[in-house]
């Protein structure tokens, strides 16, 4: 049974050949549209190249290119909105693509560029099975008061309302609890994925109660190029005073923010974290200001709390972005211990609630996905 599995970004797109449940073969590209670059990973072997000017089609021609002979039975793919509806995983029919089109407005920054990827894919393996995994499916359990605004209902009928998103990444995680910590799976998690993407849920016996991302991947933590959090006064204040027009508004709030915006320097926290510049390090202070407040909000969600987690490129390997986050959490009995948390171990704590540092990978849930369905269709 092979499978592979595409996550396809604005910029980027990865790609995973699995073979009888195991990854045979990890690619990406990066920094498409201008001068992409491909990196793969075969067993132990490693190899990168430029290709130039590619689009998602050529860059998953680019990556095809390097993969053994073998048929693909059913390709995967990580989408990031499903809408209010959709709680599983599911074969991507015709009827299934025209609606996830229409969600594009919901998702501007992700939704286009996965339905290019699937395009791309059909193209290229036109027998397979076309499988649709949906970052918003992880939250629709979520109470109504966790859903909705203080708008008229209407919009809330209409579908304006809190999403959620990173759940491919939650469902990983909270699969990983049920296996190796299943005290802790049937307690209250707070799961922080940080990334270039960022968000915190609040998780109540493995399934989702509260996100901080709400209609959009805009809200709640600052991230790398976008805002999180802010005050819809100041968009007025753009569009009056400014006259900012909504394309200028949306490349402000999702390009030109975040980390970027706030340093004048990088949207990496490596290189931020690396930076002697007084811009960097208040940047940081302001990430990790927003994360120990976020944490405290989904532990009020919770009514307390029994973990947390941290996952994603920097909650995995930037342990001073853990420790500044923590450093005013330890009334809720979050304590790092030092030694652990510089290693990057699993275990991070001190004090009596547990923290875990757990390397997220969305590919597998996506690949098992595949399988399930390819299984139950006989």
């Known amino acids: 049974m092979a499978i592979l599995t595409l996550n ?39 190899m990168s190249r430029d290709i130039g000017q590619a689009d998602q089609a050529q ?5 095809l290119s390097e993969l053994p002979d073998t048929r693909i039975e059913a390709v995967g793919h990580r989408i990031v909105h499903g809408g209010p509806d959709r709680t599983e995983p599911e074969r991507l029919t015709e009827e299934v693509l025209r609606d996830l089109a229409r969600l594009s407005p919901f998702a501007p920054l992700h939704q286009p560029h996965n339905l290019a990827g699937l395009r791309a894919a059909r193209a290229a393996f036109p027998e397979a099975l076309q499988v649709g995994c949906y970052d918003t499916a992880f939250h629709r359990g979520h109470p109504w008061v966790n859903d909705t605004f203080a708008l008229p ?44 993407g960022a968000s915190t849920c609040a998780i109540r016996e493995g399934r989702s109660i509260g996100s901080s991302m709400g209609f959009s991947a805009l809200d709640g933590l600052p991230m790398g190029t976008r805002c999180g959090q802010i ?25 030109e923010s975040g980390l970027k915006g706030l340093s004048g320097l990088s949207s990496d926290m490596r290189s931020l974290l690396a930076s002697d510049a007084p811009e960097a390090a208040e940047a940081v202070s302001y990430f990790t200001f927003r994360l ?40 809720l009995g979050l304590e790092l211990d030092p030694g652990a948390n510089a290693a990057n171990a699993r275990e991070i704590h001190a004090g009596p609630v ?25």
């Open 59 to 63: 860059a998953l021609d680019a990556v």
């Open 231 to 255: 005050d819809p006064g100041v968009l007025l204040y753009l569009m009056d005073q400014k006259a900012m027009q909504p394309a200028e508004i949306s490349r402000l709030l999702y390009k």
């Open 354 to 378: 547990p923290i875990l540092r757990i390397e997220t990978d969305e590919e597998s849930v996506i690949a098992r996905a595949c399988a399930r369905i390819l299984t139950s269709s006989g």
């Open 153 to 196: 209902r209407r919009f809330y009928d209409e579908g304006v309302r809190r999403y959620g998103f990173h759940g491919l990444s939650y469902d990983f995680v909270t699969t990983l609890l049920a296996r190796d910590y299943p005290d802790l799976h049937a307690g209250r998690v707070i799961v922080a994925h940080l990334g270039n």
């Open 292 to 331: 120990a407040r976020e944490i405290g909000a989904m532990a009020a969600v919770l009514g307390g709390i029994d973990g947390l987690v941290f996952t994603g490129g920097i909650g995995e390997n930037a342990a001073p972005v853990r420790a500044q986050a923590l450093e005013t959490l330890a009334f």
């Open 8 to 46: 396809a970004g604005s910029s980027s797109l990865k790609v995973s050949l699995w073979e009888e449940g195991r990854r045979r073969l990890a690619a990406q590209v990066e920094r498409l549209g201008s001068d992409a670059r491909l990196s793969v990973e075969y067993g132990d072997d490693s």
